[in-house]
């Protein structure tokens, strides 16, 4: 079974500018939760998603949104990027009905200057 | 939200050598995982552990939720044990991840 994917892998963007980051989840996973993690604040949940609704959000401003796709599938989204929204995005899948056990992409390294 | 402490901050260790890293958390959870994120920034998954005691290999961990923490071993630690491990822990559907172990092991 094929793991969680997310692309693009590695991303440069110039202050101001807006990005979109993509998730495959593992097949069958219906849940699907994004994380920003920097050298300063560590992990930080952004938000989850299942069956298309998000479920959850963290402490996040509004320019960071997300939405998920029919077959699982997620992206993200941030607007009018920061310096301090350089961050590696990782992206986690779960079956999230019994089993709430979480399995990570390889993350999306955002660099923003 | 809840707190998740992990300690020591920092570790190095010498090839070969055993050691126990400890993740207290400040109220119930749902589920706990351990991670082990490797210098590439990867997540790898080594535990989901609520309760008792697993082991997988020269890993084991042990969670004490009446307590609030969780004990991650590395028996016989090889160079390869090296990076952050992480633990994580579930509460109404939030994961909240701890600052991490950083570990280091010397050939």
């Known amino acids: 079974k094929a793991g969680v994917t997310q692309t693009p892998r590695y991303l440069i963007k110039t202050r101001g500018q807006q990005v979109t980051l993509s998730c495959s989840p593992i097949s069958g996973h219906r849940s699907v939760s994004w994380y920003q993690q920097t050298p300063g604040q560590g992990l930080q949940f952004l938000f989850e998603y299942f069956s298309e609704t998000q479920r959850n959000k963290g402490n996040f401003p509004g320019r960071f949104s997300g939405r998920q796709f029919s077959n699982s599938r997620s992206e993200m989204n941030v607007s009018t990027l920061e310096l301090g929204d350089s961050a590696l995005y990782l992206c986690a899948s779960s079956l999230a009905r019994t089993n709430y056990e979480q399995y990570f992409g390889p993350g999306t390294r955002l660099t923003v200057t | 939200g809840i707190q998740v402490e992990q300690s020591p901050p920092d570790l190095i260790l010498q090839e070969g050598a055993n050691s126990t890293l400890r993740c207290n958390f400040s109220?119930?959870?749902?589920?706990l995982q351990w991670f082990h994120q490797n210098p590439w920034g990867q997540l790898i998954n080594l535990f989901y552990i609520p309760s008792g005691t697993k082991q997988n290999g020269r890993l084991s961990a042990t969670t004490v939720a009446t307590e609030r923490y969780s004990l991650l071993y590395i028996s016989s630690s090889q160079t390869t044990d090296s990076g952050v491990y992480f633990c994580a822990v579930l509460r109404l559907n939030k994961f909240y991840f701890g600052s991490g172990t950083k570990l280091n092991v010397k050939p």
């Open positions: 109220d119930s959870v749902n589920n």
